[in-house]
Structures are given as C-alpha cells and as structure tokens.
C-alpha cells in the first residue's frame, strides 16, 4: 500500500474543495477524498489494534462512516482533518466500550459455565431439590442469558 501524506496546504484548501465536490454527487472527489484520508486513519487503526486486520476493517468502517456523514461537517467549526479525526476518534471509543461490553458479558457466562461444569454427572434431575443456592444461580444465568440478547 503506497501511503500518501498530504501537506498541510492540501490538508486544508484541498481536502475541503474534494468535500464540496463530493457532497455535490462527485464520484470522483469521493475517490480521491478516501486515498488522501486512507493513511491518516489507516495509521491511527493500527496503532489501536493488536491485529492488523482489525485495524484495517476498523479504518474500512472509519471511512464509511465519514463519507456517509460528509453533510454533518461545517467549514466554520473548524477544518475538515479535524472533523474526520473527531469521527475516527469517535468510532474508536464506541469499538472500545462495545468490547469492554463483551468482556463483562462473557466473564458472566464463564461464570455460569464452571457452576455447570461443577454438577456431578450422577445427578438426575429427580434427586435435585432446588435450594436458595440452586435459585440464586438459576436467576444468575437468566439475567446472563437476557444481557446476551441485549
């Protein structure tokens, strides 16, 4: 991949012209838009992710994000490169409190896992009887089992 840094001229005459002609229905202001921000926020993903391939779909969903939502930004709040890196920065605190989500979600259903796995296997459901343990685990698993479908 051949990375191509803009100067900062380009950053902040070129880059808002190409944003103008891009909103207009230009396709190939689009074209040339995602090759001038594909490094920055290819660069900004790797250094985030351990793997580069999460870092590339990363970057992918980045530039989507940022192309589809081209009408949000506005010249008089600032320059383009600063929008795109907020949407960037953005996207990747979201990726980051979503995995931080998961984590939690799965510790629970660890947690769940081992109790099953601490039954004996001689035991029929016949002989259980539910006491304040078995009923506290049971509701335990349930709540897992609704923040999974969450």
Known sequence: MIVIEPTESETNVELEELV?????GSREAAETLIKRLQPIVFNLCQKFYLHPEDGEDAAQEILIKALTNLGRWRSDRG???VWFLAVARNHLIDV???KGRLESQ???LNDYF????AIPDDVSADTLTPGPEARALAMEANASCMLGML
């Open 96 to 98: 980051r409190r979503q």
């Open 114 to 117: 081992d109790a099953v796995d």
């Open 79 to 81: 320059p383009f490169r």
């Open 106 to 108: 799965m510790t629970g």
């Open 20 to 24: 103008s002609h891009a909103r207009e």
